[in-house]
């Protein structure tokens, strides 16, 4: 593990393994790096993989107050660590962040970008967010009712049904969640109401690849609308997987786009 100071002096810690050129990964909702550890491993064997924990997030520091400009800016130093250019990969929400960063100044940076189905919501294309979905989290927040916040985010934001959600408050991995709790404010932030900043997206010159599983209709046309707004836009569909991806399937992808 190693780590590096971000613009503001916020720690950032970094898992890097294999050889050859940098790749980015960006993941990290309710949880750390961990959670891109397995694809990280596959993609290692071709490239100098760069695995990050997000500011408040596992051993990386967190500098208040949260903003969307210091995610930013965390990456770039993670890419300025790995040589000053990179590939970078985000998966769901981290998606959205790396298309906000090539399109706020990183694009130099970004020799080539890989979204994993970044979740915009789309007019009709699925319920949207309370109007103060935020402010319920701060609420929860302030009153320690830290379960209660995953539960909005995944009714509201991911869209789960209610009774499966409270289901799952009974799972082993609930309570490592819940220690998380309080970055998915920092996610509201980051997100908004999760509508598509479609000339911003345009202004995205990187060459990127959007990826989808084809399993969540308001994802994939999501994934379209990011390829449709993009002006050098790859599209893939990985039949048969969900949102929470295999690896195994989406490295292969991930190389071939990355290498050629």
């Known amino acids: 593990m190693g780590k590096v100071l971000s ?6 810690a970094f898992d890097q393994s294999g050889v050859g050129e940098p790749l980015i990964v960006v993941g990290g909702v309710l949880g750390d790096r961990s959670q891109q550890a397995p694809l990280a491993a596959l993609l290692s064997a071709h490239f100098t993989v760069f695995n990050y924990d997000r500011r408040g997030h596992g051993e990386s520091g967190d500098t208040p107050p949260y903003a969307i400009e210091r995610e930013i800016e965390d990456l770039d130093a993670i890419i300025s660590e790995a040589g000053g250019s990179a590939f970078v990969y985000g ?39 309370p109007p103060d979905y935020r402010e319920q989290l701060e609420r929860m927040l ?38 998380f709790a309080h970055t998915l404010v920092y ?18 010159t990187v060459p990127t690849l959007v990826i989808d599983g084809g399993e969540t209709l308001w994802l994939s046309q999501a994934a379209q609308a990011v390829a449709d707004a993009l002006p050098h836009a790859q599209r893939r569909t990985l039949k048969g997987q969900p949102h929470n991806v295999d690896p195994e399937a989406l490295a292969p992808v991930l190389v071939e786009f990355f290498a050629s």
Request: aromatic fraction near 8%; glycine fraction near 8%; include cysteine.
């Open 91 to 129: 998966t769901s929400g981290l998606g959205m962040l790396c298309l906000e960063a090539a399109a706020r100044g990183l694009s130099a940076e970004i020799k080539k970008l890989a979204v994993w189905e970044p979740p915009y919501f789309l007019e009709g294309a699925r319920p949207p967010l």
């Open 187 to 204: 996610d509201a932030i980051l997100t908004g109401d999760f509508s598509l900043p479609t000339e911003r997206i345009a202004s995205v």
């Open 142 to 179: 302030a009153e320690g009712r830290r379960g209660d916040m995953i539960e909005l985010w995944m009714t509201k934001a991911v869209g789960m049904p209610p009774e499966f959600v409270a289901q799952m408050r009974h799972a082993p991995f609930w309570s490592a969640q819940e220690a």
């Open 7 to 12: 613009k503001d002096g916020t720690p950032i």
